[in-house]
């Protein structure tokens, strides 16, 4: 469910925006607050702020006149991917819808991952990513915006003004242009206008993904990879943090024996572990009989074999054991730490040195493999994290996933920080994301979006000769926008629907 006390602060600050500014215009400051926000285009009503200016129109003109002909080949450029793009998006809606009625009728664990799905902070997106989404909303509507500025001044339409807008939580940019010019233009022209937008963010798209695919050439002056996975951050008063445990900066190299060279072996790891049975550790017999304090064997009320006297040691642990395969279990009660720095093992033939000679017959002065006696979701891990002695994990594995966060990258430099590129590569995720989002869903012939002005444009130009009545053509438009609008509508009431009552 959405976080109610999120919603209710944002009721609470947007109502005390409006009843301040509302308070302010009937007040006698009203004069000199209207000349400050015609001063600095800011404007305010309810649930949004905006700002306007038209001076930066002449850094529009500037750069419309740069490299003029290479210019006209990208928007045209842009105009071929709109095409493409528009007939995609409503294949894609047209199945997102398809499926999501589908999943409406089927269990939950029959249920097919939906591909169009609302971002709402506080449901799906965590709220200390707020930082991201809206940079990259605020940066990929900025590009929008650009491209249909300089390629409106490219085709003789004049810029009145630029904008950038804040609703709710959900940044924004608009753009300005002169009705009467943009009537005046051929379709062509309004064509290469109206297409820019998602041109841009599509392009946007395509830098973010070679930003993150080249992030470790491009860092390596700084970072270097491929040698460890660097903790950058950590959940405190868990298992996982503290004295004993993980440090920031800390470098893990191995977990048990699976080998750790970056972000993604530690994943695996962790999964490999959760998904195989418990791994012992080698321990020769005379260690077992020196070591070993073993009370009366029981079982606890979770079924977990226990064999310590837990009110005299926290260090100890219940560890299982056989003598040959046909043998009974054995137990003994050995120091957790000193037993877990033998040898990874799963069978005793895993404890013999290259020069002894498999045994059937049980080893009295032999190498066992002690198991902990563990109940199936806990682990006992020896994580080698570049500090002696090692960190001694009990627990389940799934902490170390969620309360440890790592990173591919080692700084090269201590002043360096450690989150830099795992920022730098979660923003390229986003922009990748959301600017995709933007530029499939823009394209579609949906009232109010940049599809509807494309599509009315490609109707002019493709069903000029053959409907030669502009009302018609019109007609022909709306019809197809009003279908657009009702398709793409349906997919967003289906996905909200999926998102918060299911």
Known sequence: MIQLSAVALLFLFWGAVYAADILILSSSYSRRYERFLH???????????????????????????????????????GVWFAYVAMVGSIVLLVGTLVQGVRNLTRAPEERTQQILVPVMPGVNLPWNHMVYFAATLLLAGVLHELGHAIAAIREQVRVNGF???????????????STEHL????????????????????????????????????????????QAAVVTGLV???????????????????????PIR????????????????????????????HFNTAVKVHKTAHGVV??????????????????????????ACLPARRTASGAVCRTNSDCLTPGHHKLSQPWPHGVYCLFPALDNNTRLLR???????????????????????VSSYMPRFNFLPLELPEVLETFCKYLISLSGALAVLNVVPCHALDGQWILSALVDLQLGKLLPNRRDRDAVAALVSLLG??????????ALWSLIFR
């Not at 702020?49 to 928007?75: H, I």
């Open 383 to 405: 994580v080698s994290q570049g500090r002696d002695p090692p960190m001694l994990f009990l627990g389940n594995p799934w902490e170390l996933y969620y309360h440890a966060k």
């Open 39 to 77: 001063h600095t285009g800011l404007s305010v009503s309810l649930g949004q702020v905006r700002w306007y200016t038209a001076g930066l129109n002449r850094t529009f003109v500037r750069l419309a006149s740069w490299q003029s002909p290479w210019q006209r080949a990208w928007f045209s450029a």
């Open 236 to 258: 405190e008063g868990t298992a996982v943090s503290g004295p004993r445990g993980l440090l920031l900066g800390d470098h893990v190299t191995r977990m048990d024996d699976c």
């Open 306 to 331: 226990e064999c310590c006297n837990t009110n005299t040691s926290l260090s100890e642990l219940c560890f299982s054991y056989r003598h040959s395969n046909l043998s009974s279990q054995n137990h």
């Open 485 to 494: 609008t009702v398709l793409l509508g349906a997919n967003i009431a289906l």
């Open 183 to 226: 009537d005046s233009v051929s379709a062509k022209q309004k064509l290469r206008i109206f297409c820019a937008g998602v041109w841009h963010n599509f392009v946007l798209v395509l830098l973010a993904l070679v930003l993150l695919m080249c992030m470790p050439f491009l860092l390596l002056p700084l970072y270097s990879t491929g």
């Open 262 to 289: 970056s972000k993604e072996d530690w994943e695996q790891c962790i999964l490999g572990i959760l998904h195989t049975p418990h791994r012992g550790f080698c321990q020769s017999a005379d260690q077992i009989e």
């Open 163 to 177: 904008g950038i807008f804040c609703f709710v939580i959900y940044p924004g940019a608009f753009v300005d242009l």
